[in-house]
């Protein structure tokens, strides 16, 4: 049984579970869109994994920078995107984040400072460390978070990046959403050593390994390490602990691991417990179903808006290439 | 006139883009001590190591962190010692810097600019030599700019700086000792933005023409007079931009010759010398009196020992007997 915690803040505990339904309601109503042919390409959601949204990203301001990965619908959410326009840069439509040029694993708002998911795992952090570097030229106040999967921690980049961010002094949280898998493949069976807060560790980074299925906890560490690298223009590194209850891809039917671990998992899904904690701590049961049935009225409202939208121009498949040899002058 | 160097030039042109654009930075390993070449030199005294930047030996990172670092609004330039190093940062390069204004859709622009080395410079083997410029004609995003002469380095790094595209700049290391003039006063912002993409005309003829860029410039230069000597008025275009590159120029004066030879250093199996072929073909195959011909490297690496090593070599002989041919003299 969960014991009510003494020092609950009610009101932004109700908050981030919101944005947690809110998170898992776009993802499911995403895969649904794919079911429906409206999703075009591959999306990767991260359902089961909300919690890191809600409780790391919303450590940053608005003009501070976020770099996500493929699996980055949660974060941009969380960063404070317009889930219509992300929605509609899922199905390739105008209107859409990028106009619909990039779909899922291109999906960033400049506005809001979310610079981009990628493509490439581990790509996000090197440009992470240019991201901070500027702001550290310009000498802005401006923090940068970085956020990558634990699949990322053996690619070069990685030892590059955070090597770079601690030399040159920058003030980036690295963010380790360890959810085991490496794509399909368990992650531990392919990567030497203590993982990933080991490695950071061993490049002079301050690094702490906390449960990333536990919101609340989650946190208040993470708001300790992003106070601590505004103020000290250092970097950090965070390795949150969480579990990919869907698949690598919507279409992954996940065979590579037993259904009773998903469902062992499950008993740790971070809506739930946190749901949990709730309703110990008083909140009603309708409010906190509230939440759920807000959630996914307005991601039914999202993909009804998205698909009203028609896709792009063809001619801006030739737009916002480049000005000097722009391929609508030649584009042979 | 006081003459300068190929590379001196190079620092100059950085220099006045330095104090004109607070925003200029550049980034590479040996920066502080001038660079490898010493292109750097005098920079950090003015600017400051931190304008001026050493890097650790990453070239992804370096190549990636210019990409985040343009990205929030600085010009970064990096360098990258030889191109061949640079290929440790391919997709730093190709898959971000290249792709995140379009894949964005427009959100962002990526200024930097990619010195890359290029070119066959005293033995120095398969992976200090290389010449990979149409590798990156072929990217959509990226600007690609191959000067041959301290004037043009001079100007295209200026032009380079201030394009709001990804640039990769490919200097010739054989060319950084080369002397000549450059403007006492800086160019006007037009005559600098106009420098890209367009050819230099190197020498004027009437029975060939001959394109070429970069150091193999300077071995068709050498060719000209024995070809003239033989009756044969080579038209030299100095391509300068490979993207993108001066059609026009090239298309009008095969037009007025009707004879093309494409000449670079780099291999010529899917050399950018094909993409030229091709297109004068394409366009202008009417007022083609020969056909096209292409000399470029053999299709394999470039040796240690100095025999081995000038057996890939352009040479201006090759180039005379390639023209001579072709007028049929």
């Known amino acids: ?332 | 006139m006081s003459q300068t160097s190929y590379l001196q030039a190079s620092t100059r042109a950085l220099a006045e883009e330095m104090r004109r654009d607070r925003d200029v930075w550049c980034v590479g390993e040996d920066l502080g001590r001038g660079g490898v070449f010493g292109q750097y030199k005098g920079l950090v005294e003015e600017f400051g190591p931190q304008r001026v930047s050493d890097a650790p030996i990453s070239e992804a990172c370096i190549m990636g962190a210019a990409v985040g670092a343009a990205m929030m609004g600085t010009r970064p330039v990096v360098e990258m010692r030889f191109s061949d190093f640079a290929l440790c940062a391919i997709d730093e390069l190709v898959n971000q810097a290249a792709k995140a204004r379009y894949m964005f859709g427009g959100q962002t622009r990526v200024p930097l600019v990619a010195r890359e080395p290029i070119g066959i410079w005293r033995n120095s083997a398969a992976q200090h030599s290389q010449s990979l410029e149409s590798w990156y004609t072929h990217i959509p995003g990226l600007v690609v700019i191959c000067p041959s002469t301290p004037a043009d380095n001079y100007l295209l790094l200026k032009a380079a700086i201030r394009c709001d595209d990804p640039v990769v700049y490919m200097e010739h290391k054989n060319l950084w000792g080369l002397l000549g003039d450059l403007p006492a006063q800086e160019p006007d912002d037009a005559a600098i933005t106009a420098a890209l993409g367009t050819a230099r005309r190197a020498r004027e003829g009437a029975d060939l023409t001959i394109v070429s860029w970069s150091a193999a410039v300077h071995e068709c230069m050498a060719a000209a007079a024995p070809l003239a000597q033989r009756g044969v008025h080579a038209e030299i275009l100095d391509l300068r931009c490979l993207w993108p590159w001066d059609k026009a120029a090239v298309f009008a004066s095969v037009r007025k010759t009707g004879r093309l030879l494409v000449v670079h250093e780099a291999v010529s199996v899917g050399g950018f010398g094909a993409e030229i072929a091709a297109s004068v073909a394409e366009h202008c195959h009417a007022a083609l009196k020969a056909p096209v011909k292409r000399l470029g490297a053999p299709r394999a690496p470039i040796a240690y020992a100095p025999n081995l090593e000038d057996r890939v070599r352009v040479t201006a002989a090759m180039i005379e007997a390639a023209g001579a041919a072709m007028v049929g003299s």
Request: proline share 4%; hydrophobic share 45%.
């Open chain 1, 1 to 332: 049984m969960t014991i009510a915690s003494p020092n609950l803040d009610r009101d932004a505990a109700l908050a981030q579970l919101a944005l947690m339904h809110r998170i898992r309601a776009f993802e499911l109503t995403a895969m649904q869109a794919l079911e429906q042919g409206l999703v075009l390409g591959a999306i990767h959601p991260s359902i089961g994994q909300e919690a890191v949204a809600a409780g790391v990203v919303t450590q940053l301001r608005r003009d501070d920078v976020l770099l996500s990965t493929h699996r980055g619908h949660g974060h941009t959410l969380a960063k404070g995107a317009d889930a219509t326009a992300m929605m509609r840069e899922l199905i390739g439509r105008e209107g859409g984040c990028c106009g619909g040029k990039g779909g899922s694993m291109h999906i960033a708002d400049f506005e809001v400072g979310m610079l981009g998911a990628n493509g490439v795992v581990g790509a996000n952090i090197v440009i992470a460390a240019g991201a901070a570097h500027a702001i550290k030229l310009k000498g802005d106040a401006r923090i940068v978070c970085c956020i990558f999967g634990d699949g990322a921690i053996n690619r070069g980049p990685f030892l590059e990046g955070l090597n770079w961010a601690k030399v040159f002094a920058l003030p980036i949280v690295f963010v380790c959403e360890d959810n085991g898998f490496a794509a399909t493949t368990r992650t531990g069976s392919m990567s030497a050593g203590d993982g990933p807060a080991a490695r950071a560790v061993s490049l002079g980074l301050a690094s702490r390994t906390v449960d990333g299925n536990d919101v609340l906890a989650l946190t208040e560490t993470a708001r300790e390490v992003f106070a601590r690298v505004r103020a000290e223009r250092e970097p950090e590194f965070l390795h949150v602990k969480t579990y990919r209850l869907s698949g690598h891809t919507a279409a992954d039917p996940a065979t590579y691991r037993s259904a009773e671990e998903v469902q062992a998992h499950r008993a740790g899904d971070p809506i739930t417990r946190l749901r949990e904690t709730l309703r110990v701590a008083g909140v009603a049961a309708a409010a906190l179903d509230g939440l759920a049935l807000d959630a996914e009225r307005e991601m039914r409202e999202v993909l009804d808006a998205a698909r009203a939208t028609p896709f792009p121009p063809s001619e801006r498949a030739f737009t916002d290439v480049q000005d000097v040899g722009d391929p609508r002058l030649e584009a042979y």
